[in-house]
């Protein structure tokens, strides 16, 4: 009797699971769809040299600094919180990079370094006062958004910090050797299968359901080709670009610490009920302030890059990134009340962010009307994304 | 059936996501009738009720109801009131901040030229509250008032409608015994002026005072109406259970040791400026292996004191904690925890489930550290080891553990709250309604856990609004009202209304 009772709730139950693997399937495709419109459209409307070498390699750049920040806010968001601050923050940190460089003569390491600390302890800063202080992070950050720029202003005189040193421009504009790309991306690609392999195994043998073989396949087959064809279009160029390399390696980090450890585990937990997740013992000033902290640290990778790329430091530097990020991630499928998101999410969003900045500027598209369709596509991913919920 | 009946529901089937919640159930009320509603928690009370009061709107069920001859398409609450049928939740839905008469004519408002009419809203406000006996100004902000007073402003909130059907939620949960004297007076005078109500009480004296006749739900189903004249409590009772009700408490015998916990005297209140106490000097022990009953009206401050304990009340408070013999300092949950104090929330909605999580990362939430290694990372083997296990253990009915906890039923969600703690071998666990809104069997299975934990060495401390719960659990019963603790009175053959005299005694 029982047994049969379970059985039943169990069908109807597991109807529900399909459901909701079909809806997340379908977002991705999505993606992937409109990623191909938009390939497509500027394909055709620039003659073809929307998709040549050079200016894949340029996009992917443009798609950088965008998806690291990304990177970073995606997890603040998951936690239910925002972060308003990170373009300010990413134009003081670069101007600071800058001075270092430009003014102080400091070595690259140096630089490096001391970027990469003071952006962690800015993150600090927002974090003490949301998890700590209970500042709403809307306020805190929208403080720090006019607070950093005004010292990047006052720091700077106003004026652009220029040239930097060779050595600098390495960060943002170097290149890989195309032999180091190809290998690297054949070893990274076979430890990636080998690890699904492995997550394939321990999942049966805990008695969870796989998804088929050959649609696993098939996945890491358009993975593959994906990677390395994109390695072999960039090596037709300079190469693979140093920050784009960077991007890669720190989405895996983020998406292996979002997925595959306690603390990731805890962010979902906390933007998912946090009276839950507190009532769980969970420390959640200390995980807040550490997203914050993590967010800083990646803005500051940012704002090196930035710096490396413009040459210079510009008070101006980084306004408004900080809406690229938030509509990556919204994009990306991120929901705002926390709890929902992902990092590779996050990172298409911030591609689909740049290839439209890209194409629109190649096409000669008025910096306003560039505005006005970004502002309209970021609706109309939202408004898909909650349509499709309520019909679900 | 009558025809001419003032409300006739029939018929009336409610189903949520395929579960039966409703299965045909009649109900009907003349005009000038009171009828009261009678079943256990969780069966389908308040969904019948929901059903006539358009929270379930017309076309969400099945089966017909006729008011005043006509078929009910009611599509909100707002459309029910507006034909003058009301319901007085058990939560009351004042604007605490505002005062009687703004509550009162809250989204009505009477205005001329569009100036808000203060003199004549408070004509009416004042005759209103003449028509429910309670003398105080129109002007009087309602946080002010007791729960008794803030009561009866719902009720005149609702005859201010011409509300001709008034639905009273459990209105004395909160009551002391003179106020719910009060409150059974004014509906009485009110079934005089031709006003129907509906009454739901789980007191069955009064239900026997107030009632014309007396509907009897359970699981869903009609049971039957009877004359409350010709009823007896235990008919009632009988008709409600529809078994032995022994068979509710599964007990067994355990061994009780030396008291291993020392509380108090802890005092708590919402914030330094408030004059009001939720607990005040309460102090207790708890020994080991035993199950402690709490007990005490709504607003008795039980479920503050045990936030208390486990460092989760939000306010101001001194908790002074013995734990085997040693003084220890508790400033959150975190720190309960690794005391081995574990605690099972009351409101399973906003405290309990991570909704959009699924099961077995709900259960192993508390417990991550344990399969943390290197860097955090999660020994993801260990991990699903242990929730099948938790699953298995405590027949926790799912589809599989990836599936978003939402989507259980409550008492399931419930089962996987307690594994959660359980992960922990906590020494302590306290339970705080730990079977509100789970349906008959899976209470049981609660029940059976709970002595199968205690006959282990745990101790349990159990809040509950359910006396005869409590009564058929504990080994002894902590009585509360009013922040204070009443008593502690050992649990051989103790009655309800030992416990409520206990509750109500005057120092």
């Not at chain 2, 069997?441 to 282990?456: H, N, P, R, S, T």
């Not at chain 2, 008593?487 to 309800?496: C, I, M, W």
Request: hydrophobic share 45%; proline share 3%.
């Amino acid at each position: 009797m029982t047994t049969q009772q379970t059985t039943i709730s169990a069908n109807s139950q597991g109807a529900s699971v399909l459901n909701q693997l079909k809806q997340i399937k379908l977002q991705v495709l999505v993606m992937f769809a409109a990623i191909a419109v938009i390939m497509l459209f500027f394909y055709f409307a620039t003659d073809g040299s929307y998709l040549t070498p050079r200016n894949v390699s340029n996009l992917l750049r443009q798609t950088a600094i965008t998806g690291i920040l990304a990177i970073g806010m995606v997890y603040v968001i998951i936690s239910a919180e925002i972060d308003l601050s990170v373009g300010s923050m990413m134009g003081l940190l670069g101007g600071a990079a800058a001075i270092m460089d430009v003014w102080w003569g400091l070595p690259l390491p140096l630089t490096v370094v001391l970027t990469l600390t003071a952006g962690f302890l800015l993150g600090l800063w927002n974090g003490w006062w949301v998890a700590y202080r209970k500042v709403p992070s809307f306020i805190v950050t929208l403080a720090g958004l006019l607070a950093f720029r005004g010292i990047l202003v006052g720091i700077t005189g106003g004026s652009t910090v220029a040239p930097t040193s060779p050595e600098m421009s390495l960060i943002g504009q170097s290149y890989l050797p195309n032999m180091f790309s190809m290998i690297a991306s054949i070893g990274a690609l076979s430890l990636f299968f080998v690890w699904q392999q492995r997550l394939r195994k321990q999942r049966e043998a805990h008695g969870l359901s796989n998804p088929a073989m050959t649609s696993d396949v098939l996945k890491f087959g358009a993975i593959a080709i994906f990677a390395l064809g994109l390695v072999f279009l960039l090596n037709d160029y300079r190469g693979v670009p140093f920050p784009v390399l960077l991007l890669v390696v720190l989405m895996l980090i983020a998406a292996f610490i979002g997925k595959k450890t306690a603390f990731g585990r805890r962010i979902y937990a906390i933007g998912g009920n946090i009276e839950a997740a507190r009532l769980s013992g969970i420390n959640v000033e200390a995980t807040k302030l550490k997203v914050f902290a993590i967010n800083g640290l990646l803005v500051g990778m940012a704002g090196l890059i930035l710096a490396s790329r413009l040459g210079a430091g510009s008070p101006s530097a980084g306004n408004i990134a900080e809406l690229d990020a938030i509509a990556a991630c919204v994009i990306g499928g991120t929901s705002l009340a926390g709890g929902v998101g992902t990092v590779f999410g996050a990172v298409l969003g911030a591609f689909i962010m740049a290839s439209l900045d890209n194409g629109m500027s190649m096409m000669d598209v008025p910096t306003y009307w560039q505005s006005i369709i970004k502002g309209s596509i970021l609706l109309l991913a939202v408004w898909m994304d909650v349509a499709s919920k309520k019909r679900a | 059936m009558s025809t001419a009946s003032l409300l006739n529901m029939s018929g009336i089937v409610k189903k949520f996501s395929g579960v039966i919640a409703l299965n045909g159930v009649n109900f009907n009320l003349e005009k000038g009738e009171v009828v009261s509603l009678c079943g256990e928690n969780g069966s389908g009370k308040s969904t019948l009720m929901k059903v006539l009061t358009g929270v379930h709107p017309f076309g969400s069920y099945e089966g017909d109801i006729y008011y005043k001859g006509e078929l009910l398409q009611s599509r909100n609450i707002g459309d029910s009131e507006e034909k003058g049928i009301a319901i007085i939740h058990q939560e009351l839905t004042l604007v605490k901040e505002l005062s009687i008469l703004e509550n009162i004519f809250l989204g009505a408002e009477i205005s001329r030229h569009g100036v808000l009419d203060h003199s004549a809203m408070y004509k009416q406000t004042k005759a209103l509250l003449t028509r429910v006996k309670l003398e105080v100004d129109p002007d009087t902000p309602v946080r002010t008032l007791g729960v008794g007073q803030q009561q009866l402003v719902e009720i005149a909130k609702a005859l201010s409608k011409n509300a001709e059907i008034l639905v009273l939620d459990e209105p004395s949960a909160p009551l002391t015994e003179s106020e719910t004297e009060v409150l059974l007076a004014i509906v009485k005078q009110l079934r005089s002026e031709g006003v129907s109500c509906v009454y739901i009480s789980h007191k069955l004296n009064e239900v026997k005072e107030i009632s014309d006749r007396i509907c009897v739900i359970r699981d869903g189903e009609h049971i039957g109406t009877q004359d409350a004249k010709q009823m007896t409590t235990d008919d009632i009772i009988s008709m409600m259970v529809g078994r032995e009700l022994k068979e509710l408490f599964p007990r067994e015998e355990h061994d009780i040791g030396e008291p291993i916990l020392k509380v108090g005297p802890v005092t708590a209140k919402i914030s330094k400026a408030a004059n009001l106490y939720q607990v005040r000097d309460v102090s207790f022990e708890l020994r080991k292996g035993e199950i402690l009953g709490v007990a005490g009206l709504v607003g008795s401050g039980r479920t503050e004191l045990m936030q208390c304990i486990y460092g989760s009340y939000n306010g101001v408070y001194q908790c002074p904690i013995e734990l085997n013999g040693q003084s220890i300092k508790i400033r959150n949950p975190e720190q309960a925890l690794s005391q081995g104090i574990a605690m099972v929330p009351e409101d399973r909605k906003r405290h309990g489930i991570v909704p959009i999580m699924g099961v077995g990362q709900n259960i192993t939430l508390a417990g991550l550290s344990m399969f943390a290694g290197l860097g955090q990372a999660l020994d993801e083997s260990a991990e699903n080891r242990a929730i099948k296990e938790s699953i298995a253990r405590l027949k926790v009915k799912t589809a599989g553990q990836e599936l978003a906890i939402k989507s259980l039923s409550g008492g399931n969600q419930q089962k996987a709250i307690l594994a959660k703690f359980l992960l922990l071998e906590p020494g302590i666990l306290i339970l705080d309604e730990p079977t509100r809104g789970i349906d008959v069997g899976a209470k049981y299975e609660i029940y059976k856990l709970m002595f199968e934990l205690v006959k282990q060495g745990i101790s349990i401390i159990m809040v509950s609004s359910e006396l005869p719960e409590v009564l058929g659990i504990s080994d002894r019963v902590l009585v509360m009202h009013e922040g204070k603790l009443k008593g502690v009175l050992e649990n051989q053959g103790l009655t309800q209304e030992q416990v409520m005299d206990c509750a109500l005694a005057e120092e």
